[in-house]
Nanobody, 118 residues
């Protein structure tokens, strides 16, 4: 079992920055992949960025060059640095952990609201 707690959401003007944090209840060193997803009203949840235990990362095309995912294994925490925010980034952001040999166990945080005003 992995409990995930997000923080850092809020209201920001377009062009601004926020950093989201996701604290895990256990060591994330061996967790197969840690990621961030988001869900806007009326839309499906989508992958924003993820970070594999081997160091590989993936980003949604819409956030490439603006968002950066990182993980601090010593603090059991994953971050999402969001720069040059746009109104279309407004959503609830969820932390996700896929644990197990191939990430077969799926865990979610409660979500944190990010609102970008124009």
């Amino acid at each position: 079992q992995v409990q995930l707690v997000e923080s850092g959401g809020g209201l920001v003007q377009a062009g601004g920055s926020l950093r989201l944090s996701c604290a895990a209840s256990k060591s994330i060193f061996s967790i197969y992949v840690m990621g961030w997803y988001r869900q806007a009203p009326g839309k499906q949840r989508e992958l924003v960025a993820d970070y594999y235990t081997g160091g590989a990362t993936n980003y949604a095309d819409s956030v490439k060059g603006r968002f950066t995912v990182s993980r601090d294994n010593a603090k059991n925490t994953v971050y999402l640095q969001m720069n040059s925010l746009k109104p279309e980034d407004t959503a609830v952001y969820y932390c996700n952990a896929k644990d197990g040999f191939r990430g077969e166990y799926d865990y979610w945080g409660q979500g944190t609201q990010v609102t970008v005003s124009s």
